[in-house]
């Protein structure tokens, strides 16, 4: 597709988004005035009218509404829409309180916000599945070095939404002839990531010539590309890349930032934190107020604060442990501050003290980060940015994603950082807040998925293997 009409796509869809929104309002006041709305009512909006739109265009941005939502989740979608309609309402509220603007009824407002729900969350709906039928249910080629490896990816396929993928075999690198054959009955190439290149940019070439789309999980020298700049030395093109950090006039915004945001969050949530403080003094014995090292910016070890929400020296018997779901160690409370992240709120202290950031990779203990340095030599990467309380890592993957995955997210955040991408991250860590895990049933129904999977797998890699032999 080219990129006019993208951009025309785009165009379009934001004349959709602040029609709709606006034709909600207009909805609200004939209903809320019986088809007789008086001027003195309407011309308040008519002024806001602008602003309002403004604010749609702002808040769907920064939800990433107006991103490629091709092969996301409709439930993601939703609760998108939804507190991105939810911010529309708070910022028109506080421009008519501003502005002085008290004939524009409050009931309008709240009555057009649900009609905006229910009218752009259609909308999206509509188009979202219009997408799904166009791209969705493709038949997907897994090639990994091992049956392991393969099955991890067709795991990744299926927590996916559903109807987008469907799993059509698995082939082991070497299998370079039976390739060729099978790649005419999918539509898709999925690569695992350890491949060694040879493989990779041999497959990568038998996709393009057979036009196939090929999905890529890319190494870490391809992250730290990003954004590299393209120079020339005498009749050689060569890619410059730069090491992994900030530039300082970027530090100086976000640093001014971190600062103004964390202490007005303290000054709102003072009265939550009391609340919490005295909870979790009646419920448990021990501090409410956990403190433990951390390494931050360039490996340097600081303490973070945290109210507690396990039991008093949790780690006594065991060393340190990761924390797993329905851990026996966290307490009443601690389940719920956890669910909400509300037990992060003393971190905000740390970053008033400059030794975190309101958004940044995730800050570890030492005790794991020398493991994962030995597993993962690229890690130390993340230590060249201060540590923050939500990241990349948090809104894009899951609680149980793997260490060298999140590392993916946490290195693209480095490399892509800008003030608006951390605003991003800080909304729609509210969504991720909100959005809990799938049911049982569905971990039920991929548990028999997998064993036909494991069946079909196993016989493409023995039989391969053979030939291959």
């Known amino acids: 597709m080219s990129g006019k009409t993208l951009k025309l796509r785009l165009f379009l869809l934001v004349l959709l988004d602040v029609g709709l929104l606006n034709a909600c309002y207009v909805v609200s006041f004939l209903s809320r005035f019986s088809f007789d709305v008086p001027?003195?009512?309407?011309?308040?909006?008519?002024?806001?009218?602008?602003?309002?739109?403004?604010?749609?265009?702002?808040?769907?941005y920064m939800f990433d509404l107006y991103s490629n939502w091709k092969r996301k989740s409709l439930h993601h979608l939703l609760y998108t829409i939804i507190l991105s309609i939810l911010?529309?309402?708070?910022?028109?509220?506080?421009?008519?309180?501003?502005?002085?603007?008290?004939?524009?009824?409050?009931?309008?407002?709240?009555?057009?916000?649900?009609?905006?729900?229910?009218?752009?969350?259609?909308?999206?709906?509509?188009?979202?599945?219009?997408?799904?039928?166009?791209?969705?249910?493709?038949?997907?080629?897994?090639?990994?070095?091992?049956?392991?490896?393969?099955?991890?990816?067709?795991?990744?396929?299926?927590?996916?939404?559903?109807?987008?993928?469907?799993?059509h075999s698995f082939l082991p690198a070497h299998s370079k002839r039976v390739l060729q054959i099978k790649m005419?009955?999918?539509?898709?190439?999925?690569?695992?990531?350890?491949?060694?290149?040879?493989?990779?940019?041999?497959?990568?070439?038998?996709?393009?010539?057979?036009?196939?789309?090929?999905?890529?999980?890319?190494?870490?020298?391809?992250?730290?590309a990003i954004e590299s700049e393209l120079q020339q030395i005498d009749d050689l093109l060569v890619l410059s890349i730069q090491p992994p950090r900030f530039v300082p006039g970027k530090l100086l915004v976000k640093r001014s930032f971190d600062i103004a945001v964390s202490s007005l969050m303290l000054i709102l949530l003072s009265p939550v934190m009391l609340i919490l403080y005295a909870l979790i003094k009646v419920t448990s014995p021990g501090p409410a107020i956990f403190k433990q090292e951390r390494l931050g910016e360039g490996g340097r070890s600081y303490m973070i604060y945290k109210f507690r929400s396990m039991v008093p020296d949790a780690e006594k018997a065991t060393g340190p442990v990761l924390a797993a779901?329905?851990?026996?160690?966290?307490?009443?409370?601690?389940?719920?501050?956890?669910?909400?992240?509300?037990?992060?709120?003393?971190?905000?202290?740390?970053?008033l003290k400059g030794e975190m950031s309101l958004v940044g990779p995730r800050p570890e203990r030492p005790f794991f980060i020398r493991q994962f340095q030995e597993s993962i030599p690229d890690y130390t990467?993340?230590?060249?940015?201060?540590?923050?309380?939500?990241?990349?890592?948090?809104?894009?993957?899951?609680?149980?994603?793997?260490?060298?995955?999140?590392?993916?997210?946490?290195?693209?955040?480095?490399?892509?950082?800008?003030?608006?991408?951390?605003?991003?991250?800080?909304?729609?860590?509210?969504?991720?807040?909100?959005?809990?895990?799938?049911?049982?049933?569905?971990?039920?129904?991929?548990?028999?998925?997998?064993?036909?999977?494991?069946?079909?797998?196993g016989y493409y890699d023995m039989a391969n293997t053979a030939n291959h032999e």
Not at 103 to 118: D, G, H, K, M, N
Request: hydrophobic share 45%; net charge positive; aromatic share 10%.
């Open 39 to 60: 001027l003195r009512n309407f011309k308040p909006y008519l002024a806001l009218f602008p602003w309002i739109s403004l604010f749609c265009l702002i808040a769907f």
């Open 87 to 167: 911010l529309v309402m708070v910022l028109t509220m506080s421009l008519t309180y501003l502005g002085k603007g008290f004939s524009f009824p409050r009931s309008v407002i709240f009555v057009a916000t649900f009609l905006q729900v229910i009218v752009l969350g259609s909308s999206r709906y509509f188009l979202w599945h219009l997408s799904r039928k166009r791209h969705g249910s493709k038949k997907v080629l897994i090639v990994a070095s091992t049956l392991e490896n393969g099955l991890a990816l067709a795991e990744k396929c299926m927590n996916h939404s559903k109807g987008w993928f469907v799993i």
């Open 184 to 224: 005419a009955e999918v539509d898709v190439v999925l690569l695992g990531p350890s491949l060694n290149r040879e493989d990779k940019a041999e497959i990568i070439g038998m996709c393009i010539r057979q036009e196939k789309e090929v999905l890529v999980v890319p190494e870490m020298v391809e992250l730290l």
């Open 325 to 351: 779901d329905g851990d026996p160690r966290i307490t009443r409370i601690g389940k719920f501050m956890r669910s909400t992240r509300l037990d992060e709120i003393p971190q905000l202290f740390n970053v």
């Open 381 to 457: 990467y993340r230590l060249s940015v201060k540590p923050g309380i939500t990241g990349l890592a948090q809104i894009l993957a899951n609680y149980s994603t793997k260490v060298e995955d999140k590392l993916r997210f946490d290195i693209l955040y480095v490399k892509t950082y800008s003030f608006v991408l951390d605003i991003k991250i800080l909304l729609q860590t509210i969504r991720v807040v909100l959005q809990r895990e799938q049911a049982a049933g569905v971990a039920r129904e991929n548990e028999e998925h997998k064993k036909k999977l494991l069946r079909l797998f």
